[in-house]
């Protein structure tokens, strides 16, 4: 069974200020990890995925992850937040090689930028 | 271009309707999905066909009928509805054969309000 937990429901920074939104997975196989950003009244968008290659991951929007094994975790940051990145964000989990195989999600993280 | 729409954007009924909600992908993709967001914005994976092929089918209520014409298509069709079915549903695609299988497009959602 796969599960996936956010840490922090809301997180609040400045523009420009280091955003960090946690994500820990559980996984009795090796996952694919994928962070989405909804914005209010929108569908979901993938920001970025781990598929097993490089551990640290670049994605849209100047947003990165790394993803730790030891520590079961794919943290989502950007270096510099800009008013434009208020918004939901979802961290999930799927199993590779699946047919279909659905993704599992955390239960979002608000993200507000103040000026 | 729209990937992955869905109609209607919005819909409001009286407890016990039937009411269908439709979502078409023109990505030329195999495998579609529907996930339901409830009122705490948690997602969860209702139903996954492939092919026209049922393949998940997550603990839902029986009144929740997906129904996949084509590969373009899959439709949910909700019989009695009660208060509890209101969330908005997400329509997601992917293609199963592609490398990046994995990688799931959703729909800009359907706000479903019982009344």
């Known amino acids: 069974a796969q599960s996936v937990t956010q840490l922090g429901s809301h997180v609040s920074v400045s523009e420009g200020a280091l955003v960090l939104l946690r994500c820990n997975y559980s996984?009795?196989?090796?996952?694919?990890l994928f962070w989405y950003v909804q914005y209010p009244n929108q569908g979901l968008q993938l920001l970025l995925k781990?598929?097993?290659?490089?551990?640290l991951v670049k994605g849209i929007n100047g947003f990165e992850a790394e993803f730790k094994k030891s520590e079961t975790s794919f943290h989502l940051t950007k270096p510099s937040a800009h008013m434009s990145d208020a918004a939901e964000y979802f961290c999930?989990?799927?199993?590779?090689?699946?047919?279909?195989?659905?993704?599992?999600f955390g239960k979002g993280t608000t993200l507000s930028v103040s000026s | 271009d729209t990937a992955v729409s869905q109609t209607p954007k919005y819909l409001v009924t009286q407890m016990g309707n039937d009411k269908s909600i439709k979502c078409e992908q023109n990505?030329?993709?195999?495998?579609m999905y529907w996930y339901k967001q409830d009122s705490k914005k948690f997602l969860k994976i209702m139903f996954s066909?492939?092919?026209?092929?049922?393949?998940i089918n997550e603990t839902v209520p029986n009144r929740f009928s997906p129904k996949s014409p084509d590969k373009a298509h899959l439709n949910l069709h909700i019989n009695s509805l009660e208060l509890g079915d209101s969330a908005v549903y997400f329509c997601?695609?992917?293609?199963?054969?592609?490398?990046?299988?994995?990688?799931?497009?959703f729909g800009p959602g359907t706000r479903l309000t019982v009344t």
């Open positions: 999930a989990v799927s199993a590779p090689n699946q047919a279909g195989t659905a993704l599992i």
């Open positions: 990505l030329g993709h195999d495998t």
């Open positions: 781990y598929t097993s290659a490089a551990t």
């Open positions: 996984s009795s196989v090796p996952p694919y």
């Open positions: 066909y492939n092919n026209k092929e049922l393949i």
């Open positions: 997601a695609s992917s293609l199963l054969t592609s490398p990046t299988h994995y990688e799931q497009y």
